[in-house]
């Protein structure tokens, strides 16, 4: 359940509801082609080009581009944690 | 790196821990995640360890952990028609004392499996005339995104978002298996996202306190072998020291914002573990300011006792007392397809690892 995989910052989304904005602000991250939106709240400092660190719709780190890519690599070798559908069931509001 | 370089880079490390552990003493190194339960079968790292060295699970797997009496609290939520249950997929299949999420929802039920706290607030949205119960259950990685989705109702104002408080702390049950007469527990393989939220400083305290090495590691087998080496020399050598295996993520002082979300709406609060029983501050309960998120205050609803099927020894395997293999029900009564405890349940359960990768060794 602590899996976490990472992903690029590729747009800021603005605006939001009240209670987003109380909690920070919020991305759209790329999974190698699934985009997902993604709280920026425990990573405020990211910023678009960088490559965070997801878990459950949240940013938990800011990684190094090349750590990431190697990450991805594996996990998407492996198939740890079933990602894909998680990824597809956070891009479709959760069903 | 090829796969050959990496295959090479791999036996290395093998034969590095292989190295470490010549003429050391006969030790127990416990992981305490479930992925990394589930990465060292399915990467084969747990075959590869030298005799002396046995790798055990201990209580990792968030599933794993939560008491049957929450999960009853949960059927008897997820049997209220103006409750809709929000919860992560491992869930909905483990067996509560008479009821599972799963069998509810075929009644009817409305229990939605979400992959972010941050759904469970949008199902909250949209479904203004019901109630949403988010299940609260995981430890660090997964707390500070349930504080997250409160702050967010919180500020919207939000009247039909409620949690079920299920969330677990690490450190108090390490010290609790550490504090057992019998502890066989020889060093840490720490859980790496757990790590990303608490820092490798946080396990300064295990080391120093109980002279138990602890190491940081991630999720790939080079990187789980590099720890294991590391652990092994510590072991070998006497050593209790905190090393960090997995720097890529994990920083000395962790993620103090995600700290500070989980401190503003949570403050630590005995709570029960499966078969392990109460351990205080092990778990969060909702500060006052945000009491009225609790499903149990709202629906009037309290946690049962804790309760384990006859013959079901998950208590013992999560924590590493018992290989699975030593269970009467294992492969026997109790498998992938009927599973009895939440051991095999959870796809990161040690026994589900074990029945899908390491049958043989029965």
Redesign the interface.
Known sequence: MCLAVPGRIIEMLGGGSDGEAAVGPVATVDFQGSRVEVSLAMSPEASVGQWVLVHAGFAIAVLDEDEARQTWEYLQASGIGEMPEQLKAGSDGGK | MSVAASNENLRQLVSAVADAAAGARDMALMEI???HT??LF??GVKSLMPTNVRLISGPG???CVTSCGYLDAACELAARKDVII?T???MVRVPGRTDSLEAARGRGAAV????????????A?GNPGRNVVFLA???E??T??TA?AV??????G?KNLFILPGHKVLMPALEALLSADDSAIDGFLC????S??LGAAAYRPIAQKYRKPCVVV???PANMLEGIGRLVRQVAASQAKVENAYG???TEGG?A??RA?IERVFEPAATEWRAMGSIPASGLALRGCYARFDARAKFGIEFGPDYEPPGCRCGEVIQGRIEPTACGLFGVKCSPTTPVGPCMVS??GTCAAWYKYNRRSR
């Open positions: 995640c479930g992925t589930v990465c399915r990467s797997c968030p599933v929000a992560y997929g491992d939605e499996v979400v992959y972010s706290a941050r759904d469970a607030v949008k199902l949205r259950v995981g430890f990685t997964t500070p995104a997250a702050i967010e109702a919180e500020a919207a939000l859980p790496g996202h757990v990303v939220i991630g999720f790939e890529v993520a994990v993620n914002q995600a979300m796809s990161e």
